[in-house]
């Protein structure tokens, strides 16, 4: 407690109280720095200056302000300088493609990198780490100015060229996951290899920007981004000799999903995506999605800004997958994606879509943990069994006797009877 000046004790607390979600994101640096505000703004008496305040706050208060602040703060500091000394992005006037380091802009009104100025720099393998079942590769990829992507390359153990999978999470995420075993056993069960990744402006892709700069605020940028970024991962997988790349799929998590679907309609290279609760129907996702705080919500629900977002929409792209594999999950108790919206996205599926729907969280799990999650991506890009070499066809050929001739030698067996 703390003495208000007037020989009184006012309270000290947190107020308003972060939910459970917004802690688990916070402590593991996953929930921007701007929503820290609001969770870890503390009533504190106003007769005080606030250095006094601060001073005399109780410990625990401090430890848990520390906890969400350390973790959010870490989290865009990795990898941030990139190699030489590049990290510092330059001034970005709002509306505006960033300059890659090519020198061309990069346009955010087109999906294909055809032409584009994107040039990739020399990967940098950073890490190798060797597993009984499996390798895991930490590569720094880079090609655009101040942005180095973490990609994580996971191969298993005997297979000389396995099918790639990408796997891309939601915002807001990290790559965490690719460093745990379980996961990275799971995913290259069965002789698959796994490609992970953070989308722009996510993890540790965020830095050097305004706290009011978010990946929903800019989130033709980010799209767009993540699309070119997909295409240019294709284009390193293409040199590594140790992929089989005619046969890539991709697994997208909400704007991951999103991401998968854009991809998939600009680079034939992704034969299959499998979608989990994927974004989309812009004006009712803007509208209703519990993700953006309400005090901006007005900001995404005007006409400019919808406008903008309009032909990233992935209702006007799932009818064009056709030709592709694909499967559509969705978790009904999921709130960043409102009901409305994941009606939208299942009603615009290609007649061969395979379509899921779980009631809730619990459901999801009980159907898919122990991974089995990625094995309806595994089975479609599966490669066919190899026919057997043609001269073990010969041989089984002349070895083996004409039916007429088991049936002469059946009839001309001692004891048997036959029907003339």
């Not at 780490?129 to 895991?136: E, G, N, V």
């Not at 995420?173 to 989308?199: I, K, P, W, Y």
């Not at 800019?218 to 993540?226: I, P, R």
């Amino acid at each position: 407690m703390l003495q208000d000046g007037q020989g009184g004790k006012a309270a000290v607390g947190l107020a308003p109280a972060p939910t459970v979600r917004q802690l688990r994101l916070l402590r593991t640096g996953q929930l921007p720095f701007r929503f820290l505000v609001s969770a870890a703004e503390l009533r504190l008496p106003s007769r005080q200056p606030d250095w006094m305040v601060w001073g005399k706050m109780r410990t625990k208060d401090l430890l848990l302000l520390t906890a969400l602040l350390v973790p959010s703060l870490c989290a865009g500091i990795a990898w941030a300088q990139g190699v030489g000394g590049d990290s510092a992005s330059p001034p970005n006037p709002a509306g505006q493609a960033r300059t890659p380091r090519a020198g061309g802009v990069e346009d955010w009104n087109s999906l294909s990198l055809a032409g584009g100025p994107l040039q990739a720099e020399q990967p940098l393998l950073a890490e190798k780490d060797d597993y009984p079942q499996f390798t895991r590769e930490l590569i720094q990829v880079k090609w655009r100015f101040g942005d180095p992507i973490d990609l994580y390359v996971i191969r298993p153990k005997g297979v000389a060229k396995p099918p790639a999978i990408l796997y891309l999470y939601t915002y807001p995420s990290e790559t965490d996951r690719f460093r745990n075993q379980q996961f990275c056993f799971d995913v290259t069960r069965g002789g698959f290899a796994a490609v992970g990744f953070v989308s722009a402006l996510t993890g540790h892709r965020y830095k050097n920007r305004p706290m009011k700069e978010w990946f929903v605020s800019e989130l033709q940028e980010a799209l767009v981004t993540s699309v070119h970024d997909v295409q240019m991962i294709l284009d390193y997988l293409d040199t590594r000799d140790d992929l089989d790349t005619s046969r890539i799929g991709m697994f997208g998590e909400g704007s991951g999903g999103t991401i998968a679907v854009l991809a998939a309609a600009t680079d034939p290279r992704i034969k299959v995506i499998d979608l989990l609760d994927p974004w989309g129907d812009w004006p009712d996702w803007m509208a209703k999605s519990e993700l953006i705080p309400q005090a901006e919500r007005a900001n995404y629900v005007k006409p400019e800004f919808l406008k903008k977002v309009a032909p990233l929409d992935p209702l006007g792209y799932l009818p064009q997958l056709k030709l592709r594999q694909v499967r559509i999950q969705q978790v009904m108790d999921d709130d960043f994606t409102p009901k409305i919206a994941k009606q939208q996205i299942e009603s615009v599926a290609p007649r061969t879509a395979q379509l899921r729907q779980y009631d809730d969280t619990k459901e999801f799990f009980h159907a898919v943990s122990g991974g089995r999650l990625f094995q309806w991506m595994k089975d479609q890009i599966r490669p066919a069994p190899a026919p057997p070499p043609a001269n073990a066809v010969s041989q089984r050929a002349q070895t083996t006797p004409a039916a007429s001739e088991q049936v002469d030698s059946v009839a001309r067996a001692p004891g048997t009877v036959t029907n003339k």
